[in-house]
């Protein structure tokens, strides 16, 4: 992005100054005035081809049941910067307290169960992690359908506790999908817990199923995959767009994110006659970067945004800064015609959506999803024309 000068620079603040005694500032920063004093975007419009139709289905959105006994293990283990592998959580566990775990130590006992016989993994998990009744997870299965009306599926995340995923892998079908070999493949979003460490109740469906994940991964996520008893193709995605099929791309973006995790890998889809659609696992890079990106790097459909389904990673935790009321403002600039929210964009954010009349598709609240402010567990969105 160029410099701006001294003289726009000025001229722009006695605009804004202008618009305050109108209005207020905000106004004049969400209004079309403020486009004159931005340097000129320079756009790829890289053409990744187009599909008719995205259906998503959420096997499981709820990464925890509890966010005060998360917060209060992270807190026990030294805050939010430590190591997720050392945290002592199910099902990498060592028996040795919060913030003393120790990856090899865990799977010493786990590994001779996994990923066939689960039941006895999570029994030895429960005895050694804290709180094991508290990790729920993330997945949810993304269907997309070709021009010539072919349907590809392609699982999003494998989610987090074991006992939990394999309940909601059976009722969502994924169990009966991925052993009939209907799914094509496993994209990990990112490393942390809630949406990877559920990852052998995949395995015991499919070993040999192709999984992508971000090349930022580190050894022991790595080691985690093979542990869990993988044995198929793995395409570590690096910096960047990587097209999969017409009118799909993965993006991954190299950021820092809590408990030491590095990268996240998000999706882009260009619906026929709608316009983009964008699917993320938690959004760690933000919603605005996540937006911005793909008006940056994409063609699509009526140059213009259409859908959105994710965690936006707002407020997933419930506590709220007045800061975050410019990201919920923020986003009106790109006129969403259809938003699925889902637990990690946080409760408060969902329902301030709804509030400034967002076109927010509303859940069911089943299967202890706790609000139908956003999409629940076994609940389906759809962007077709």
């Known amino acids: 992005m160029s410099d701006i000068n001294r003289r726009t620079f000025v001229k722009g ?8 005694l109108l209005g207020t500032m905000g106004f004049f920063s969400y209004s079309n005035a403020r486009k004159a004093f931005l340097p000129k975007v320079e756009r790829k419009l890289t053409d990744f081809g187009v599909c008719k139709s995205v259906k998503v289905t959420n096997i499981s959105e709820t990464s925890w049941f509890y966010n005060d006994v998360f917060m209060e293990n992270v807190r026990a283990a030294g805050g939010l910067l430590v190591d997720q ?4 959580w199910a099902p990498l566990g060592n028996g040795k307290g919060a913030g003393k775990g120790n990856y090899n130590e865990a799977m010493a006992k786990l590994k001779p169960y996994l990923p066939r016989n689960l039941e006895k993994a999570w029994e030895i998990a429960e005895a050694n992690s804290i709180n094991p009744d508290n ?14 009306g072919e349907v590809t599926k392609y699982l999003l995340d494998s989610g987090w506790a074991y006992p939990w995923m394999d309940q909601a892998f059976r009722r969502e079908g994924i169990d009966k999908l991925l052993a009939d070999n209907k799914i094509k493949a496993l994209l990990v979003s990112h490393e942390h817990m809630d949406h990877y460490w559920g990852v052998p109740v995949t395995m015991k ?24 008893g993988h044995t198929g193709k793995v395409v570590e995605v690096a910096k960047g767009l990587h097209k999969v099929q017409p009118g799909m791309a993965l993006f991954m973006f190299e950021i820092p994110i809590i408990l030491k995790v590095f990268g996240e890998m998000s999706l882009y889809f260009n619906v026929k006659d709608l316009g983009l659609v964008s699917v993320t696992g938690c959004c760690h890079q933000g ?46 600039k790109w006129e969403l015609e259809k938003i699925g ?28 999803s706790k609000s139908d402010v956003y999409l629940g567990n076994g609940d389906v969105i759809t962007f077709k024309a």
């Open 13 to 20: 603040a006695a605009m804004g100054l202008g618009a305050g």
């Open 85 to 88: 592998y050392t945290l002592n």
């Open 135 to 148: 990790p729920g997870g993330f997945s949810c299965l993304i269907e997309v359908e070709s021009m010539e």
């Open 205 to 228: 469906y499919r070993p040999d199923v192709t999984v992508y994940h971000p090349s930022s991964f580190f050894p022991t996520g790595r080691q985690y995959l093979k542990d869990s």
């Open 287 to 332: 919603i605005i970067l996540f937006a911005d990106t793909a008006y940056r790097e994409l063609k699509y459909e009526r140059d213009r945004f259409h859908g959105l389904y994710g965690g936006l990673h707002i407020s997933p935790f419930e506590d709220w800064d007045p800061k975050y009321d410019d990201l919920v403002y923020g986003l009106k």
């Open 341 to 368: 929210c889902n637990h990690c964009t946080g409760i408060m954010t969902a329902r301030k959506f709804v509030d400034a009349n967002y076109p927010v598709v509303r859940g069911t609240a089943r299967f202890r």
